[in-house]
C-alpha cells in the first residue's frame, strides 16, 4: 500500500516529498541511491546543486533528516554530518525547533570550492563568470599597481622570464596557456598582498575548470595575450601604477569578451578541465 505523501513545513506542493514503494521510484528532486563510495560528498554536492539553482529556494525547509536521509540511502548520520557542511558554507541555518532553512545568497561562502563550481556549472547566461571576471580584475589590477609601486629588480626579472616563455610557446597551445597562468601567478605572488592573491588564486582556479570561461579564441588571442601582458610589463618596468592597473583591468576585461560565447546550456561537471588564454 502507498504512504501518504509527505509534506514537509514551508515545501510548496510540487516538492512533495513522496517514500518510494515497489511500484512507485523514488522522487527526481531527491535521488534515492547515490555511488557507495564518499556519500557524504555526494550528496551535499546534490544539495549545493538545488539550493544555487533555486530548486530549493530562500528561506525554504528542508525535510526532516529521516524522510531525508531514506531518498538519499544514507544513514542519518550521513545526512547530518552532510546538513552540517551545507551551514559551513552559509547556505543553511539549523535552528533547534525550527529545522534546516536555506539561506539567502549573500549569506553563501561563494569562495568555497563546491559552491563556486556549482554555481558556474549552472550559470546558463555567464552571468556568474561576468560578475567573476570585475572581480578578478579589481584584485588583479590592485596587484598589479602594487608591483609596479614596489619594483624590484628580481621581480620584474620574473615577469619578464614568464612572458619570454609564453612568446616562446605561442605554436603550441598547452604550453603558452600554462606560461600564461604562471605569469598571472607570479604577479600575484610579487605583490605581496596575500588575501588578494588567494581570493584570485581561487576565482581564476574555478573558472578555468569550465569550458565556457575559456571560450572559443580568435586566430589572434596569442598575439593580443602576449601585446596586453607586454603592456603590463612595460608599465610595471616604469614604476607606473596606475598604467600598470589599467592595463591589467583592460586586459582581463577585453580577453573576456573576446572568448565570451553567447548565452547557452549548461556545461555537465568535469568537463572542460583545461586552462584558460590570458
Do not use: C
Not at 93 to 120: E, F, K
Not at 156 to 170: G, I, K, V
Not at 187 to 205: D, Q, V, W
Amino acid at each position: 500500500m502507498d504512504q501518504e505523501p509527505f509534506h514537509p513545513q514551508g515545501w510548496s506542493s510540487d516538492k512533495v516529498i513522496r517514500m518510494p514503494t515497489e511500484s512507485q521510484p523514488a522522487p527526481r528532486l531527491f535521488p534515492r541511491r547515490l555511488p557507495a563510495g564518499r556519500l557524504g560528498v555526494a550528496v551535499v554536492s546534490e544539495l549545493v546543486d538545488l539550493i544555487v539553482t533555486g530548486q530549493l529556494k530562500e528561506g525554504e525547509l528542508l525535510p526532516p533528516e529521516g524522510p531525508l536521509s531514506e531518498h538519499f540511502g544514507v544513514s542519518r548520520t550521513v545526512l547530518r554530518e552532510s546538513v552540517k557542511r551545507l551551514e559551513e558554507k552559509g547556505l543553511v541555518i539549523v535552528s533547534q525547533g525550527r529545522g534546516t532553512q536555506v539561506r539567502a545568497p549573500g549569506y553563501w561562502n561563494m569562495l568555497d570550492p563546491v559552491v563556486l563550481s556549482a554555481l558556474i556549472d549552472n550559470d546558463e547566461t555567464l552571468g556568474v563568470l561576468d560578475e567573476l571576471t570585475i572581480v578578478r580584475a579589481s584584485l588583479e589590477s590592485a596587484m598589479a599597481g602594487a608591483v609596479a609601486a614596489s619594483r624590484s629588480a628580481d621581480g620584474l626579472r620574473r615577469l619578464e622570464n614568464a612572458l619570454t616563455t609564453m612568446r616562446e610557446s605561442q605554436s603550441e597551445t598547452d604550453s603558452f596557456r600554462q606560461a600564461d597562468v604562471v605569469f598571472h601567478y607570479a604577479l600575484m605572488e610579487i605583490s605581496g598582498n596575500r588575501l588578494a592573491e588567494n581570493i584570485a588564486k581561487h576565482l581564476y582556479k574555478r573558472a578555468v575548470e569550465s569550458s565556457r570561461y575559456q571560450g572559443i579564441d580568435p586566430p589572434d588571442a596569442f598575439a593580443l595575450t602576449l601585446k596586453e601582458h607586454a603592456a603590463i610589463v612595460d608599465a610595471i618596468s616604469r614604476r607606473d601604477v596606475a598604467a600598470a592597473q589599467k592595463a591589467m583591468h583592460d586586459h582581463i576585461h577585453i580577453s573576456w569578451e573576446r572568448r565570451r560565447l553567447p548565452d547557452h546550456a549548461p556545461q555537465a561537471r568535469g568537463r572542460g578541465r583545461g586552462q584558460d588564454s590570458e
